[in-house]
C-alpha cells in the first residue's frame, strides 16, 4: 500500500510531491553518460566527457556566436504558404502552425546580424526542430535575403546548416530554390565578400546539393553526418559495404570535402579569425580575433 496516495490527505500530499523536470538529466547517446541538462547548456550542448555535440537551440547558437550575445533579426518577404494545398495526414498549413507554435519561428531559417569580434556579419540558422530544417520557400527566400543584406552591408555571409533535405510538401517550389541560392552565392562570390558553411548533424539532400557545398571555407561540427542520399540508400545501390565513418564529418575531411573539422567550443574564435583573413582586417583586428 501506497501510504502518500491512500493515507495522506490530499493537501498535504501535494506539499511532499516534488515535481522533477524530464530534461534534469540528459543521455549522452554516444557514450550513455548522464551529464546534468544546466552543465551541458553551459557547455554549449556538447557532452564535457565524450565530446559528443548534441542539437543546439538557435537562440543558444547565436548567444554563444555574437559580441555580448547580442543580435538583430532580420525580417524576410513572405511567400505563399500552402502553393500546393499539399495535405498527407493532416494539412501542411497546420504542420506549419504547429512547427511555428513549437520553435518560435516563422520557418526552417532565422536570419540575423550583428558584431562578432567587432567586425559586422550577417548569419543564417537551419532550424532542425522546424520540419527537418527542410528546404522550402520561405527557408530559401531567408537564404537569399541573408546574402542580399550581406552584400549590402559588404561583410561576410555565415551559414550554419541543419537539413534532411527539401521539403516534400512544396514539391517544384522547393526544389527550385537550389538554383536559386546558387544564383546568390554567385552573387555573393561576385562581390568578393567571405562565404563560410558551418555544416552541423545532420545536413544532407537537396541542401548538400547546393548552397552547403559552395562555401569558400566548409567547416563542420564533430561527427556531423553530411551527403546527398543515406548511407543505407546508397549500400543498396551500389551492393557495396560502405567505409567505416562514411559521411561523417572527419571522414569527409579526410577526403577533401571538408576543410576543417572544429569544436562549437571554439567555433566563435574560428569564424572571427576566418572572417578578418578573408576581410583582409588591420593587423589590430586579427590579433583581437586570435
Request: include cysteine.
Amino acid at each position: 500500500m501506497n501510504w502518500i496516495s491512500n493515507v495522506v490527505p490530499p493537501k498535504i500530499r501535494s506539499f511532499l510531491k516534488r515535481e522533477t523536470p524530464e530534461n534534469l538529466w540528459v543521455k549522452c547517446p554516444e557514450s550513455g553518460q548522464l551529464v546534468f541538462y544546466k552543465d551541458l547548456e553551459a557547455n554549449l550542448y556538447v557532452v564535457p566527457g565524450s565530446g559528443y555535440h548534441m542539437r543546439i537551440p538557435v537562440d543558444a547558437r547565436l548567444k554563444a556566436l555574437y559580441d555580448d550575445g547580442a543580435w538583430t533579426n532580420l525580417p524576410t518577404l513572405e511567400v505563399p504558404l500552402d502553393p500546393l494545398r499539399f495535405r498527407d495526414v493532416k494539412r501542411y498549413t497546420e504542420r506549419l502552425k504547429e512547427n511555428r507554435a513549437k520553435t518560435g519561428s516563422a520557418d526552417a531559417v532565422r536570419l540575423s546580424t550583428g558584431r562578432l569580434e567587432a567586425m559586422e556579419i550577417v548569419t543564417a540558422v537551419q532550424d532542425f526542430e522546424f520540419m527537418g530544417g527542410s528546404l522550402g520557400m520561405a527557408a530559401g527566400e531567408a537564404i537569399i535575403t541573408g546574402m542580399m543584406v550581406a552584400i549590402e552591408k559588404h561583410c561576410p555571409f555565415i551559414i550554419f546548416t541543419a537539413s534532411g533535405g527539401a521539403r516534400m510538401q512544396e514539391g517544384m517550389f522547393s526544389l527550385m530554390q537550389m538554383p536559386r541560392t546558387t544564383v546568390a552565392v554567385q552573387l555573393l562570390r561576385a562581390a568578393r565578400l567571405p562565404y563560410i558553411v558551418v555544416l552541423t548533424n545532420p545536413t544532407t539532400g537537396g541542401v548538400t546539393a547546393s548552397y552547403a557545398m559552395l562555401g569558400d571555407i566548409h567547416i563542420a561540427e564533430p561527427g556531423a553526418v553530411i551527403g546527398f542520399a543515406g548511407a543505407r540508400v546508397i549500400e543498396q545501390t551500389i551492393r557495396e559495404r560502405l567505409p567505416e565513418g562514411f559521411q561523417r564529418a572527419e571522414y569527409l575531411q579526410a577526403h577533401g570535402m571538408v576543410d576543417m573539422v572544429v569544436s562549437r567550443l571554439e567555433m566563435r574564435s574560428t569564424l572571427a579569425r576566418l572572417c578578418a583573413l578573408l576581410t583582409k582586417a588591420p593587423p589590430k583586428a586579427l590579433a583581437q580575433a586570435a
